[in-house]
């Protein structure tokens, strides 16, 4: 273990040496005055490799999750213009409601890893500022403690914005409020880099969030005879009578009526866990999965269920044992795609 965390230590000053080379800036961050201005430890350096793992990997998922919404909407626009042949405008309906979720889960799953990137980073921070306020004698010593309880306070605020997002009624006003969440943990961790540079004498910069450069907005288009390519409506008037397919972009397949419904499976996830896992920690609680990541986590899955009620109450019983943090994963087709948020008008996802 301690040999991997030596080699990852290493990528990670690899990447942050490669980083300032590319980008001259970083060396005036304030997280890299903390960088070079604190001893840390192999462990310390790891947490940074994978924060900066997560949050590429949320960009990804940002990525796929915009372009697929560009899809959605051109399938709605033949859905709109097909509404005369009900066979095409059902089917094109169907493809862009499954395609939307799709690119729906996309984004929760980029705004959990963004909240994971997160915790780490304050979790690390706030274990510098306790070795720094020990070891610290000078005057700034009560204004850092000071701004630790703000950043304490404002951090709580933020999970308790996260509890409240899978509340409202609708996938877009989630993710808008998981998304200021973010941005109130942000802040929170900036909060700490005030304090820290207190503590260890460095003049702090004020700067942008992270998030700051991301959009979570899902730019899903109303559509309407004037906001139509005429094109388009000059194309469907002279096939009237023809037969027209409708085929998925680069799909070989055509799509029919006999496409095979999607099948969804659920687990709890209870925990991620780096190193050797005990798993008489886990005992009477079954049947447990463990589950592997290239980021060297282990996740400890329970259950295997077919029905997402089914698996919520194994939530709500999971949680009242005291797996407070424990979430539900759909699985479709055996393959993980994300969390899974019981909202109001979540139909899809109980498919």
């Known amino acids: 273990m301690k040999t991997q965390l030596f080699i990852l230590a290493l990528s990670a000053i690899f990447l942050y040496n490669q980083g300032l080379s590319q980008n001259p800036s970083f060396s005036k961050s304030n997280q890299y005055k903390i960088i070079t201005g604190i001893s840390l430890s192999d462990e310390d350096l790891y947490i940074l490799n994978q924060n900066n793992e997560m949050k590429n990997e949320s960009v990804r998922l940002l990525n796929m999750a915009n372009n697929t919404f560009i899809e959605v909407n051109q399938i709605k626009e033949i859905a709109f213009l097909s509404k005369n042949y009900n066979d095409l405008h059902s089917r094109a309906l169907k493809k862009a409601e499954k395609l939307e979720y799709i690119a729906f889960t996309a984004q929760f799953e980029s705004l959990e890893y963004i909240e994971l990137a997160n915790d780490l980073t304050y979790n690390l921070y706030k274990k510098l500022i306790d070795e720094l306020i020990i070891e610290n004698k000078s005057d700034n010593k009560r204004a850092a403690k000071e701004l630790i309880i703000q950043s304490q306070d404002l951090y709580d605020k933020s999970k308790n914005m996260i509890e409240k997002a899978y509340e409202n009624d609708t996938y877009s006003k989630s993710i808008a409020s998981l998304f200021e969440a973010e941005k109130a943990e942000e802040k929170a961790i900036q909060i700490q880099e005030i304090a820290i540079s207190l503590l260890i004498g460095f003049d702090y910069e004020i700067e942008p969030t992270w998030l700051a450069n991301l959009d979570y907005s899902a730019n899903l288009s109303e559509f309407n005879n004037n906001k139509l390519d005429q094109s388009l409506l000059t194309e469907f008037t002279i096939k009237e009578k023809a037969e027209i397919d409708f085929t998925y972009q680069d799909e070989e397949e055509t799509i029919n009526e006999n496409l095979p419904e999607i099948k969804n499976t659920y687990k709890v996830q209870i925990g991620a866990f780096i190193g050797d896992i005990d798993e008489d920690a886990f005992f009477g609680i079954n049947p447990i999965t463990m589950e592997n990541t290239v980021n060297g986590y282990t996740k400890i899955m329970v259950g295997d269920y077919n029905s997402v009620d089914v698996a919520r109450h194994s ?35 109980k498919q």
Do not use: P
Request: glycine share 8%; aromatic share 14%; charged share 25%.
């Open 315 to 349: 939530l709500k019983i999971l949680k009242e044992t005291g797996y407070e943090d424990a979430f539900v994963v759909t699985y479709t087709e055996g393959i993980r795609v994300g969390m899974t948020y019981f909202i109001i008008n979540d139909q899809l996802a």
